[in-house]
């Protein structure tokens, strides 16, 4: 009788960690979107699906043109609306112009891609950094490919403040010194 329980044990504390395990997985196809990236015609997109409060999707769309200032052989972010207020979401957009695949982890404000900071007495912090105990994922963005990704106010406003968007990417999934592009700076006002 004492061997059936302990076998039972075991199967249940095998489940349980199986379980918890995929709580880290977080891509997942086919959730709902509320970021697209659009690419340049002969290229793919790959789907970037997480499970986040804001997920995340690259899908393909009709080409884009990059906007005649963009450098070629860079990665640029650029913010919408240019005039943000307390209570709108804005929406950063990643432009990879480098050539290659680029690769970023996703665990950063709002649990998506992007560093949002705000200068406080001179110092930049960060501002709704994710706070799910789940796997970061380095999720890639193709070359000639853009992604947009929503930022929602937290407590239904941002604090008016000088802000800045940031992301640090790799060329390469495995570890590597990554490269940091920041925004320009914009002031969101009440």
């Not at 804005?90 to 998506?112: A, R």
Request: glycine share 4%; proline share 10%.
């Amino acid at each position: 009788m004492l061997r059936k329980y302990h076998v039972i044990s075991i199967i249940c504390m095998s489940i349980a960690l199986i379980l918890l395990v995929s709580c880290g997985q977080n891509v997942i196809p086919g959730t709902t979107t509320v970021a697209t990236a659009t690419t340049q015609p002969g290229s793919s997109a790959t789907p970037i699906t997480t499970k986040m409060p804001v997920p995340v999707t690259a899908t393909s769309s009709p080409a884009k043109t990059p906007a005649p200032t963009t450098p070629s052989g860079s990665v640029t972010l650029s913010i919408e609306p240019a005039s943000p207020r307390t209570h709108m979401v804005l929406v950063v957009t990643i432009s990879n112009h480098t050539g290659q695949t680029i690769y970023f982890p996703d665990h950063l404000t709002n649990c998506t891609v992007i560093l949002l900071e705000h200068q406080a007495a001179g110092n930049w912090q960060p501002v709704n950094l994710c706070k799910l105990m789940i796997l970061t994922r380095l999720l890639p963005l193709n070359t000639r490919q853009d992604l947009a990704v929503k930022l929602l106010p937290s407590l239904s406003a941002w604090v008016p403040d000088l802000y800045r968007a940031s992301i640090r990417y790799s060329s390469s999934p495995r570890p590597a010194l990554p490269t940091t592009v920041y925004s320009v700076t914009f002031t969101i006002s009440a």
